[in-house]
C-alpha cells in the first residue's frame, strides 16, 4: 500500500514565478492538508481539502491556493514567489474526521 | 487560537539514558494532542496522540506522554534511548471542535541527539 506520494521532490524558481506541487494521498483517504515548514521550524498549516473544497485554512496570503480532484488527489499553487516562500512543502492525507494525519516526504522549494 | 512551545531546541542525551522532551500549549478551547518525529529527508511519522480518557498515553518505539490539564503540557519520554531516535520531534494541537478533522498547530521542534 501506496503511502502519501508528493512531486516533484525539488523544485528551484525565481522570484515572482509560479508553481504547481502534487500530493497524492495514501489510498483510502479522502482529505489532504497542506503544510509549510521553513528551515528549522515546525511545519505550518496552509490548507485543508475535503470534497474537492478548501474546508479550512491558515494565516497564509490569497497567493497560496489549492485544488483537489475527484481522485482525492490534490495541487498547491503558490504565485508571485518570494524568497520567504522558500521551504519544504508536506502535504498529509486522512480519512475525513480521523485524528491521525499520514505525510509525505515533501517538496523541497527554493526561491532564488 | 493555539500555540505549542517545545522548551527544548536541542536535548543530547547518552545511549540507553532516559529521556524527557518537554512540551507547553495554549488554547482558548478544547484540544487534541500529538507528537510527531521527522527523521532527516523524511516527513512526519505519528508517535502517539492524546484524545480523551487515561492521561498517559503509550506510542510507537517506546515512547510514551502524560497530558497534564492543569499545566497545559504534554511532555513524552522514553525509558531508554537508542541511537535510532536520534531525529527531529514535534509536539503539535488540533482543536476538539472540529472533530479531529482540523489542521494542526505544531511548535517549533526539539532535537534529539543520541550520544554513544
Known amino acids: 500500500d501506496a503511502g502519501v506520494t508528493q512531486s516533484p521532490t525539488h523544485l528551484i524558481k525565481t522570484r515572482g514565478q509560479q508553481v504547481t506541487l502534487r500530493c497524492s494521498p495514501k489510498?483510502?483517504?479522502?482529505?489532504v492538508s497542506w503544510y509549510q515548514q521553513a528551515l528549522g521550524q515546525g511545519p505550518q498549516f496552509i490548507f485543508q481539502?475535503?470534497?474537492?473544497?478548501?474546508?479550512q485554512r491558515g494565516n497564509f496570503p490569497d497567493r497560496f491556493s489549492g485544488h483537489q480532484f475527484p481522485n482525492y488527489s490534490s495541487e498547491l499553487n503558490v504565485n508571485a514567489l518570494l524568497l520567504g516562500d522558500s521551504a519544504l512543502y508536506l502535504c498529509?492525507?486522512?480519512?475525513?474526521?480521523?485524528?491521525?494525519?499520514?505525510f509525505g516526504p515533501g517538496t523541497r522549494l527554493t526561491v532564488t | 487560537a493555539q500555540s505549542v512551545t517545545q522548551l527544548d531546541s536541542q536535548v543530547p542525551v547518552f545511549e540507553e539514558a532516559p529521556v524527557e522532551l518537554r512540551c507547553n500549549y495554549s488554547?482558548?478551547?478544547?484540544?487534541?494532542l500529538f507528537w510527531y518525529v521527522q527523521y532527516p529527508n523524511q516527513g512526519l511519522q505519528l508517535l502517539l496522540k492524546?484524545?480523551?480518557?487515561?492521561?498517559l498515553v503509550k506510542g510507537i518505539n517506546g515512547f510514551e506522554a502524560e497530558f497534564n490539564k492543569s499545566q497545559t503540557s504534554f511532555h513524552l519520554r522514553k525509558p531508554s534511548v537508542h541511537i535510532s531516535d536520534t531525529a527531529e520531534y514535534f509536539c503539535?494541537?488540533?482543536?476538539?471542535?472540529?472533530?479531529?478533522?482540523?489542521?494542526?498547530?505544531f511548535g517549533k521542534g526539539t532535537h534529539l541527539i543520541i550520544q554513544p
Open positions: 498529509a492525507s486522512s480519512r475525513d474526521r480521523a485524528y491521525e494525519q499520514y
Open positions: 489510498s483510502g483517504h479522502d482529505t
Open positions: 481539502y475535503y470534497e474537492e473544497e478548501e474546508r
Open positions: 488554547s482558548s478551547v478544547s484540544v487534541y
Open positions: 492524546y484524545l480523551s480518557g487515561s492521561t
Open positions: 503539535a494541537v488540533s482543536d476538539r471542535s472540529g472533530g479531529g478533522a482540523d489542521g494542526l498547530t
